[in-house]
């Protein structure tokens, strides 16, 4: 079971084995007392943002006869804005491409770390860990230089070899451009979390699996696969919030290649746009609102198709 | 020193397994495998590797030597000087921002996470469990979704163009305080609270000399989530800071690198290279962070990502 959905699943009947446990605590104020804080400013930064948000998105500015309520006009329109809809369709296959790769990727590293069948094993984890610690800013910049036909080295080489080489800035690849930046940066996160996750199985069962004869290939489908789900799922789940919400990478590629990445490449770009260059604050607080209510949505929809279909 | 040692705790159920089988397959190594990875590697090393070898170069050596090797003239110190003093200095104004608003950020971040996660392992009382499972459902919520409407309320509250506008968000960390959450229900344990309380100390007195220290290891791991994501954070700052003397260097570079490619980069100008030093520079600090660190982030994502 997934990490999330487990904690939230426990709730209800945690209370009860939790009072035993503890016998004699005093109830006391002293535990709204610790979660205030907290729970303050998420109610501030958290809960009001979106409320204002949801209230703006009823409302409709004109130049003349300014602010009316609208209702839900602005949904309307956006569900029928083929520039919001672009957006969230390009974010959708760039999930459904790039995630893939990313968490096979993850997993296999992770395997292969955890085999122990490999040299510098220590090494390794960490050189494919490190770009995590490179914000995304610096990360696209360099590989905007790389991509680049005038100084990029794959270019150069290419042309010292007259070789072609694609345009990695171009229509055509800049969507595969973009997935490779993604990659690069957070395969190594993703391993990490599988990596952790499989060093807390308990060595009696590989001991098990040895003893009936499994082989390492053996071992990692029918041993380690099923213990890793519920980090599989938590990885999967930052996946979609990080696929969906797109935006630092095709924000910085849009000042190498303009014509290629306009307004509303992704939905966020969309969202951005509308808010900061044409003003239009209700449409923006409408289109950020639904990407919200997308993200959800979809989130919701691969935890219940994952606990489905390990329920079956 | 107890948070040295204490991250091992975690998954410390099930070392002494893992121990033994590390021990067991110790002789047998293959090759193919460690090659295949070596490979990997130099995948993830490459850009890292470029841009070493870019702040070397002068704008005009970046366009007429070969990228993945040095040229004739390498000019590292000229490119770090011209960086740290072009426009008096902004650059290095942007890295102390980015250290104070990622430095806030992460203990706020960390102290008001451990606190609430204290207090939802530890205690029950009314609107525990809705609390609890609102904050779950908000770790769905994209902090970039969520980012124009919280720059929307803070326009209208005039909190718009200063450093709060950086820090605020990014105290609220949902995750965080679920691992902080599972982290003290083990690490805390009942029969030490329910001690210091028959000895007369205090809920907070508690906490904060007791229960604090044993959640020392979970702190540091989101500590370090916090100080990533808002050392690396680039939109929230984009939209809040008009002033580029409160940019973050992710703002501040990307403004550099828009320069550099809007015929900033002529003949005279070395404004490229100030990006590629610039964007060197400003990884450094959290590379060698990473590092040294690196064993937190595993002990933090193992108790987050394995708790049934």
Redesign the interface.
């Known amino acids: ?1 997934s ?2 959905t ?3 699943r426990e ?2 009947r ?2 009860v084995e ?2 035993r ?5 005093r ?9 205030a ?3 303050v ?2 109610l501030l ?2 809960l ?3 409320g ?2 949801a209230y ?1 998105s009823l409302f409709q500015h004109k130049l003349i006869g300014g602010t009316t309520f609208v209702g839900l006009q602005n949904y309307v329109t956006a569900l029928k804005d083929p520039l919001f809809l672009h957006g969230v369709a390009r974010v959708a296959l760039f999930f459904l491409i790039q995630v893939p790769v990313m968490l096979v ?1 993850a997993l296999l ?1 992770a395997l ?2 955890d ?6 094993a220590r ?2 984890r ?14 696209t ?3 905007g ?2 991509y680049g036909p ?4 794959f270019a ?1 080489l290419g042309r010292h070899f007259h070789v072609p080489v694609p345009n990695f800035l171009s229509d055509s690849w800049m969507l595969a451009s973009l997935a490779n930046v993604v990659t ?1 940066e957070f ?2 996160y993703n391993m ?2 599988l ?3 499989l ?6 069962l ?2 098990a699996a040895a003893v009936d004869g499994a082989g390492a290939w053996r071992i990692a489908w029918s041993v380690k696969l099923p213990a890793l789900r ?2 599989l799922m ?1 990885t999967l ?1 930052f996946s979609v ?1 990080g696929s ?2 797109l ?2 990478e095709p ?2 590629l849009q ?2 290649a303009p014509n290629v990445i306009d307004s509303a490449y992704t939905a ?1 770009l969309y ?2 746009s509308l ?2 260059t044409s003003q239009q ?1 209700n449409y ?2 409408t289109v ?2 639904l ?2 209510l997308v ?2 949505i979809v ?2 929809t691969v935890l219940i198709t994952a606990n489905r279909r390990r329920a079956s | 020193m107890t948070t040295t040692t204490a991250p091992d705790r975690a998954p410390a159920r099930t070392v002494p397994g893992v121990r033994s089988r590390r021990r067991t397959q110790a002789h047998r190594r293959s090759t193919p495998l460690t090659i295949a990875m070596l490979a990997a590697l130099a995948y993830f090393l490459l850009p890292l590797f470029w841009l070493v070898i870019a702040s070397t170069k002068s704008t005009q050596d970046l366009f007429n030597s070969f990228g993945l090797w040095f040229s004739h003239a390498p000019q590292l110190w000229t490119n770090v000087r011209q960086t740290l003093t072009y426009d008096n200095g902004v650059f290095g104004r942007w890295l102390l921002n980015t250290v104070v608003y990622a430095g806030v950020s992460a203990l706020g971040a960390a102290m008001l996470a451990a606190a609430a996660g204290y207090g939802f392992a530890k205690f029950r009382f009314r609107g525990h469990g809705a609390s609890f499972n609102l904050v779950l459902g908000a770790i769905m919520v994209p902090t970039t979704a969520l980012a124009i409407p919280t720059y929307l309320l803070f326009a209208k509250v005039g909190l718009v163009n200063t450093p709060w506008a950086v820090i605020l968000p990014s105290l609220i960390n949902p995750f965080g305080l679920y691992l902080m959450r599972i982290y003290a229900e083990d690490a805390v344990p009942d029969s030490v609270i329910e001690a210091a309380r028959i000895d007369g100390a205090g809920e907070a007195r508690i906490f904060f000399t007791l229960a604090l220290r044993l959640l020392a290891p979970g702190l540091v791991t989101v500590v370090l989530f916090t100080l990533v994501s808002t050392w690396n954070n680039y939109f929230l700052p984009l939209i809040m800071l008009n002033d580029p003397s409160l940019y973050p260097v992710t703002v501040g570079l990307s403004s550099w690198a828009a320069q550099a490619q809007n015929g900033g980069a002529g003949a005279s100008s070395n404004m490229l290279a100030l990006v590629t030093t610039g964007s060197l520079l400003s990884i450094i600090p959290l590379v060698v962070a990473f590092l040294l660190l690196q064993r937190y982030w595993q002990s933090g994502l193992a108790s987050g990502a394995v708790k049934q």
């Open positions: 079971m990490a999330i487990a904690a939230s709730a209800p945690r209370p939790r009072r446990r503890l016998g004699g605590v109830p006391g104020a002293a535990g709204p007392l610790f979660v804080p907290f729970m400013l998420f930064l958290f009001a943002p979106l204002y948000a703006l990727l590293f292969a770390l085999s122990g069948l490999m040299r510098f090494v390794v960490l050189g494919i860990f490190v770009p995590y610690a490179v914000p995304s800013v610096v990360a910049l360099m590989w230089y790389l005038s100084f990029g080295p150069q690069w395969v190594g990490i979390i990596y952790a996750a060093r807390t199985i308990p060595g009696e590989y001991e519920p980090a938590l789940l919030i969906f919400q935006f630092n924000k910085l000042t190498i966020n969202g951005y808010a900061f604050v923006a607080a950020s609102f990407l919200g993200i959800v989130s919701y």
